[in-house]
């Protein structure tokens, strides 16, 4: 089993620009989620899906889109990236909303400049 | 959305000494987890309690749902223990996760 696997692990994007951040997991998780990481202020968030085709908006969702057209995937897109989405973003899966045994991947660290 | 308070910020501790953090929440929760930030940056999910108390080699966790707060034990620290400790909750009634600001441990050898 990988777990949860984000790519890419860094990026530099110049403010317009748009991206897609990749979220797979193989453990047959329904729930899944995106979480941007600044400084001082936890981990907050922005998209969330409860299984395949259902998502919903979190905390922070400006300036953001998901996606779920398979139980394994979630992309997070940036439409036009700005300075304020650098951050560190986190993918986290769970078999469902109110079980424990969150999965993180790894991160992926953003500069918009 | 849910309010979640850790307390305290920062810790430094000493190799082998003891420590407790804690976890204070706004509402009724039906979930609570807690996590380890390495200092790599990689989160480990360390415990769900949402109520009880369990033990994990060295960690252990209480939760006391109907006075809304959770704590973390840490027994004789180690270097390894270093990092950020988050706590998380989920409502009754939501889907959505909030996390608190974080715990900071530093030990030092």
């Known amino acids: 089993n990988a777990g949860v696997t984000q790519t890419p692990k860094f990026q530099v994007l110049k403010t317009g620009q748009s991206m897609t951040l990749q979220c797979a997991q193989d453990?047959?998780?329904?729930?899944m989620s995106w979480y941007r990481q600044d400084p001082g202020m936890g981990l907050r968030l922005i998209h969330y899906?409860?299984?395949?085709?259902?998502?919903d908006q979190g905390e922070v969702p400006n300036g953001y889109n998901v996606s779920r057209s398979t139980t394994e995937d979630f992309p997070l897109r940036l439409l036009s990236a700005a300075p304020s989405q650098t951050s560190v973003y986190f993918c986290?899966?769970?078999?469902?909303?109110?079980?424990?045994?969150?999965?993180f991947g790894s991160g992926t660290r953003l500069t918009v400049v | 959305g849910i309010q979640v308070e850790q307390s305290p910020p920062d810790l430094i501790l000493q190799e082998g000494a003891n420590s407790t953090l804690r976890c204070n929440f706004s509402d009724s929760v039906n979930n609570l987890q807690w996590f380890h930030q390495n200092p790599w940056g990689q989160l480990i999910n360390l415990f769900y309690i949402p109520s009880g108390t369990k033990q994990n080699g060295r960690l252990s966790a209480t939760t006391v749902a109907t006075e809304r707060y959770s704590l973390l034990y840490i027994s004789s620290s180690q270097t390894t223990d270093s990092g950020v400790y988050f706590c998380a909750v989920s409502s009754n009634t939501g889907n959505q996760f909030y996390f608190g600001t974080g715990t900071s441990l530093t030990v030092i050898p």
């Open positions: 453990m047959n998780h329904e729930y």
């Open positions: 899906s409860v299984g395949a085709g259902i998502t």
């Open positions: 986290a899966s769970s078999p469902d909303r109110a079980y424990g045994g969150y999965t």
